[in-house]
């Protein structure tokens, strides 16, 4: 009977945990991790040439004819070893690729693709694709490594992609994944506070929980508009989630909400996000960049180039403050958010409205003022995304694409 409920939930796409009830390994609980570990970064000193453009190079990576971009997908493990998410344009192998990155020296090992991995895991049906990993990479307490990927074959304005999307999860020295969840909507984000596993879904931004102590899953839907879509969403230390909340009035008027829900999926609390504003709100990517800092405070940036700082010990109204634009010129997209120490600096790879270059932009909080270094990288010729990840040496990591006859995927190294 199970593995007949197993099959008629997957083919209804009602979200299936565990690979349908097998028996997943339960990694060692590590509650005394580092917090900059536990949010997905590091804090370190800063460096000599902390406040000078750091040098730009592209790591060469190799993969299939069909890869398409790395869409932000980046992370890392407490050793050090980055890992980056390829996505694809579909074909016959709708397919997406998860790559681990040795920084020391450059060697990049394939850890495996999403259709093959659904085949180990009996989940897969003929036609099926998967062909985004969209998601940041994050280990969590338990020692694994956890990411989503989703289909788009079909998706359209209210209608789910025909395959859905799921959550993963693996060892850092193994291949092999392991099936967590299944989701009839897209998943395109994921965030963790180490114990609290939350994943983002279009439409409509249904959120998802994954308890990493017990497997248990929970869901709420936070609502959205039209085809708007946050790229990202936020967690705290104490596993409370951030996601915006859209609505739209019938004179077409936009009220965007930063919702927050404790670990219970109860709303918290809303606070107003004025600049997250497009006149097309579908083009507007929700949260870009972020990135949590020492005192825990988390610091992001949207679409439209506003930087806000989110206060978890904050009361009320309080807990979410605008800072303004991150970019000096104004508007901006900057979808990397870093920092040196986690105390009084962001940087981020940003570029200004209707600018053909790259700005590198170094923001002080002490003061709210930010300069820019241009760089000779190219808005028309390259994408570039990317938050938080660093390695052990502080360097950091954005992912893209090269623009051109054939979309190539970018891996792109910035040191100091």
């Known amino acids: 009977m199970q593995n007949l409920w197993c099959k008629f939930s997957y083919l209804s796409l009602v979200f299936v945990l565990n690979a349908c009830g097998q028996p997943q390994p339960v990694g060692e609980i590590n509650e005394i991790r580092p ?35 790395i869409w932000g997908a980046l992370g890392s493990d407490d050793n050090g070893n980055l890992y980056f998410g390829v996505s694809t344009h579909g074909g016959d192998q709708q397919t997406s690729y998860l790559y681990q990155l040795n920084p020391v020296n450059n060697q990049i090992t ?92 279009y439409w409509d931004h249904m959120l998802y929980q994954y308890d990493t102590q017990n497997a248990n899953v929970n869901r709420v839907k936070v609502g959205s508009v039209a085809t708007h879509v946050s790229r990202n969403l936020l967690v705290d230390h104490d596993g409370h989630v951030y996601v915006p909340s859209i609505s739209q009035n019938d004179f077409n008027q936009i009220t965007v909400q930063l919702n927050e829900y404790d670990t219970h999926l109860n709303l918290v609390d809303s606070y107003p996000m004025p600049s997250y504003q497009h006149k097309n709100i579908s083009r507007h990517h929700g949260i870009v960049g972020y990135t949590s800092m020492a005192n825990q405070h988390i610091f992001f940036t949207t679409g439209e180039g506003g930087l806000y700082e989110l206060n978890p010990f904050a009361e009320k109204q309080e807990k979410l403050v605008f800072r303004g634009n991150i970019h000096p010129n104004g508007q ?24 053909k270059q790259f700005d590198w932009v170094i923001y002080e909080l002490l003061t709210d003022t930010s300069v820019i270094y241009p760089t000779n990288l190219s808005t028309q010729k390259r994408l570039l995304y990317g938050s938080l990840t660093k390695d052990n040496k502080g360097n950091l990591y954005l992912g893209g694409r090269l623009a051109s006859d054939s979309n190539t995927p970018i891996l792109v190294k910035l040191t100091f």
């Not at 850092?172 to 114990?195: C, F, K, M, Y």
């Not at 901006?332 to 209707?354: C, H, I, K, Q």
């Open 35 to 69: 917090a900059d570990l536990r949010s997905g970064t590091r804090f370190l000193p800063l460096s000599e040439n902390a406040f000078t453009l750091p040098a730009i190079s592209e790591i060469p990576i190799s993969v299939p004819s069909n890869a398409d971009a």
């Open 110 to 201: 394939l850890q495996g693709d999403t259709l093959s991995q659904l085949k180990k895991s009996g989940l897969y049906r003929d036609g099926m694709g998967q062909n985004k990993l969209h998601s940041k990479i994050y280990q969590a307490d338990d020692g694994y490594l956890y990411f989503s990927s989703f289909d788009e074959e079909g998706e359209s304005e209210g209608i789910n992609p025909i395959w859905g999307g799921h959550l993963w999860r693996k060892l850092p020295q193994s291949r092999d994944w392991h099936h967590v969840l299944a989701t009839e909507e897209a998943l395109i984000a994921i965030n963790t506070n180490g114990r609290y596993i939350y994943a983002l879904g």
């Open 332 to 355: 901006s997209y900057a979808p990397s958010l870093f920092t040196f120490e986690g105390r009084n600096f962001l940087v981020s790879m940003a570029r200004a409205t209707n600018s």
